[in-house]
């Protein structure tokens, strides 16, 4: 019984660590910005349940710190018994949720710009992180970067955020970039036009 005593009193003091890790195994999946950094998400993944406890923990930048003013609701979504496994969460910009092709994000940053789009490392908690340097990050207004769930290996593609209810969207802004592209074809079609007349 003397031997169960210390083991009793171990696990007495490490339960309130163990309850209050409720949160931590989210990982960010996909980061995204838009060219003047106004449109930006951070897309987080996870494959555990009970992963909805998030009030009071931060999620920084380079340049700001947002801390989540409440918890995850499963119930709310029709999850139910605390199910976060193989779910989403996606947190955004005000302007995010205007633009065309959005989807409803979980949470709302609170300034217009969150991250430094050119190079930055983003800190969730403690428990993960998200860096990149000057070129990485597109600002096309269509690709983000992804890291998918559990993974080290990063790609472009083009971007995907999905919220916790399951919703997936797709930004289809229209930056440099393509409007070089669509700007080339017109006159193409402007040359082959005058070719005929």
């Known amino acids: 019984?003397?031997?169960l005593l210390p083991i009793f009193f171990?696990?007495?003091?490490?339960?309130?660590?163990?309850?209050?890790?409720?949160?931590?195994?989210?990982?960010?999946?996909e980061v995204y910005s838009n060219d003047d950094g106004s449109v930006q998400f951070i897309e987080f993944?996870?494959?555990?349940?009970?992963?909805?406890?998030l009030l009071g923990h931060t999620l920084e930048s380079d340049l700001v710190t947002f801390t989540f003013p409440t918890d995850l609701d499963p119930d709310a979504m029709g999850n139910g018994n605390n199910a976060t496994a193989n779910q989403h969460m996606l947190v955004a910009t005000p302007a995010?949720?205007?633009?065309?092709?959005?989807v409803t994000p979980d949470f709302v940053l609170d300034g217009p710009e969150f991250f430094d789009f050119v190079q930055d490392f983003i800190d969730f908690a403690g428990v993960n992180s998200f860096g990149w340097a000057s070129g990485e990050l597109p600002t096309d207004g269509i690709d983000s970067l992804h890291e998918p769930f559990g993974s080290n290996v990063r790609t472009v593609d083009i971007n995907s955020p999905t919220n916790f209810a399951g919703e997936v969207g797709e930004l289809p802004e229209a930056s440099g970039g393509l409007m070089l592209g669509l700007g080339a074809c017109v006159l193409a079609l402007l040359r082959r036009v005058s070719e005929r007349g």
């Open 10 to 29: 171990i696990t007495v003091l490490l339960m309130p660590g163990i309850a209050s890790a409720l949160f931590h195994l989210w990982d960010i999946t």
């Open 1 to 3: 019984m003397r031997t």
């Open 96 to 102: 995010f949720a205007s633009q065309p092709g959005a």
């Open 45 to 53: 993944a996870t494959n555990t349940n009970s992963q909805d406890e």
